[in-house]
């Protein structure tokens, strides 16, 4: 069964900095991932999604990349801002599952 | 814009009501889901349908039903509500085989009192 780990669970950084965030699945056989970012008693909104036939995607200051073949995928945040601070999810799209979170706070 | 519409953001229903979620769609999606989340438990699917009057169990089906009579509008149904069933419930909408992803609705926040 797929499984979708998330690290680090949390994270408090000052802002600035150039952040790392971490997506794991343990069924390499996916076809698309997307990212999420959620403020606290809203709803999901979509970030990012990386189709198949591509390694990579980018919008803004916000970077994504998927590799498939050893089961990850990793959200780069550069020049963080205190309005990044939100819970971010990854998910394969064709899968149902979401990764848990990585609840980010940037501080000012 | 495209959209996925639930009709409440918060709701406050008593134990033993019959409560309907509705989740409505503007983008001809084939795909519709119903999940719930919990602190530390994340999202759990409850209910999914991948085309009108279809539906399939999620992980966790138990005490709720759905309803899909027309493609762009989803229902969750709470038989009869009980306090473990407070919650956020999400609605969602993909593509068939979840070409561009999902779109998520912002959510209801149901407490069962």
């Known amino acids: 069964k797929q499984e979708v780990t998330q690290i680090p669970a949390a994270l408090s950084v000052p802002e600035g900095e150039n952040l790392v965030l971490n997506c794991s699945f343990t069924d390499s056989a996916i076809y698309n991932l997307q990212w999420f970012r959620q403020d606290p008693g809203k709803g999901l909104t979509s970030l990012l999604l990386i189709q198949s036939s591509q390694r990579e995607q980018t919008s803004g200051r916000l970077n994504a990349s998927l590799d498939k073949s050893s089961g990850r995928s990793t959200l780069y945040i550069a020049a963080s801002q205190p309005g990044d601070s939100a819970t971010y999810l990854c998910?394969?799209?064709?899968?149902?599952?979401f990764g848990t979170g990585t609840r980010l706070q940037v501080f000012p | 814009d495209v959209k996925v519409t639930q009709s409440s953001r918060y709701l406050v229903k008593r134990t033993g009501e019959k409560v309907f979620l509705e989740c409505v769609q503007d983008?001809?999606?084939?795909?519709m889901f119903w999940y719930r989340q919990d602190p530390g438990l994340g999202l759990r699917l409850i209910y999914f349908s991948y085309d009108v009057k279809m539906k399939e169990k999620g992980d966790i089906p138990e005490g709720y039903s759905v309803s899909r009579e027309k493609k762009e509008r989803f229902s969750l149904i709470l038989e009869s509500a009980s306090t473990n069933q407070t919650s956020m419930y999400l609605c969602?909408?993909?593509?068939?085989?979840?070409?561009?992803?999902?779109?998520f609705g912002s959510g209801t926040r149901l407490t069962v009192v």
């Open positions: 998910a394969p799209t064709d899968k149902l599952i």
């Open positions: 969602a909408s993909s593509s068939r085989g979840g070409l561009y992803g999902y779109t």
């Open positions: 983008m001809d999606h084939e795909n």
